[in-house]
T-cell receptor, first 110, second 112 residues
Framework: NAGVTQTPKFRVLKTGQSMTLLCAQD?????MYWYRQDPGMGLRLIHY???????AKGEVPDGYNVSRLKKQNFLLGLESAAPSQTSVYFC?????????FGPGTRLTVL | EDQVTQSPEALRLQEGESSSLNCSYT??????LFWYRQDPGKGPEFLFT???AGEEKEKERLKATLTKKESFLHITAPKPEDSATYLC?????????????FGTGTRLQVFP
C-alpha cells in the first residue's frame, strides 16, 4: 500500500497563477482533508470531504477550492495564487480516528 | 475556544537522557488525543491514540499518558534517531466528521 500520496512535491508560482494539488489514497477511506502548515502556527484545516462528491470548508478556506469526484482522490485548487499562500500543504485521510498524512507539497508564491 | 498547547517548543537532549514533552488541551468533551512524529520535509506520522484519563500507550522508547487536562510523551534513553518534531492533536466535531486541532509541536534534538 502506498498510503496517501501527493503531487507535486514542490512548486513555485507567480502571483495570480493557478494550480491544482492532487492527493490520492489507496486505503478506501471515506474522509479526506487538506491542511496547510506554517511556521509557528501548526496545521490548519483548509477543506475536507466526508465522501465522494462532498466537500466542506475548514478554518482557512479562502482562496482555495476542492473537488472529490472519486473516492480515492481529493484535489486542492488555487485559482489566483497569492504570496500568503506560500506554505506546505498536507493531505490526510481516515476512516475514523487517527488521520494518515501524505508527504506534503511545498508551494512558494512569488 | 478549543485549544492545544505544547511545551517546550524545543528540547535538546544528550543520548540516553530521558525527558517528557507536554501537551495541554482545552476542549469540551475529550474524544481522544493523538500523538504524531514529523521528520523534516515529511508528513506527520501517527504514533498513538489515547481516549481516556489514565490510559497509557508505549512504543519502543516512547510512552504516552493522558490526564483530564494534559498528555505527556515520555522519552526513555533517547537515541539520535528520535530527533523529530512531535505533534499532538485533539478532535472536535465538525459537520459529519472531526476536525483535528494541532499544537505547534516540540522540536526534539538528541545528540550522541
Amino acid at each position: 500500500n502506498a498510503g496517501v500520496t501527493q503531487t507535486p512535491k514542490f512548486r513555485v508560482l507567480k502571483t495570480g497563477q493557478s494550480m491544482t494539488l492532487l492527493c490520492a489514497q489507496d486505503m478506501n477511506h471515506e474522509y479526506m482533508y487538506w491542511y496547510r502548515q506554517d511556521p509557528g502556527m501548526g496545521l490548519r484545516l483548509i477543506h475536507y470531504s466526508v465522501g465522494e462528491g462532498t466537500t466542506a470548508k475548514g478554518e482557512v478556506p479562502d482562496g482555495y477550492n476542492v473537488s472529490r469526484l472519486k473516492k480515492q482522490n481529493f484535489l486542492l485548487g488555487l485559482e489566483s495564487a497569492a504570496p500568503s499562500q506560500t506554505s506546505v500543504y498536507f493531505c490526510a485521510s481516515t476512516e475514523g480516528g487517527e488521520q494518515f498524512f501524505g508527504p506534503g507539497t511545498r508551494l512558494t508564491v512569488l | 475556544e478549543d485549544q492545544v498547547t505544547q511545551s517546550p517548543e524545543a528540547l535538546r537532549l544528550q543520548e540516553g537522557e530521558s525527558s517528557s514533552l507536554n501537551c495541554s488541551y482545552t476542549v469540551s468533551g475529550l474524544r481522544g488525543l493523538f500523538w504524531y512524529r514529523q521528520d523534516p520535509g515529511k508528513g506527520p506520522e501517527f504514533l498513538f491514540t489515547l481516549y481516556s484519563a489514565g490510559e497509557e500507550k508505549e512504543k519502543e522508547r516512547l510512552k504516552a499518558t493522558l490526564t483530564k487536562k494534559e498528555s505527556f510523551l515520555h522519552i526513555t534513553a533517547p537515541k539520535p534517531e528520535d530527533s523529530a518534531t512531535y505533534l499532538c492533536a485533539v478532535p472536535t466535531p465538525r459537520g459529519n466528521t472531526d476536525k483535528l486541532i494541532f499544537g505547534t509541536g516540540t522540536r526534539l534534538q538528541v545528540f550522541p
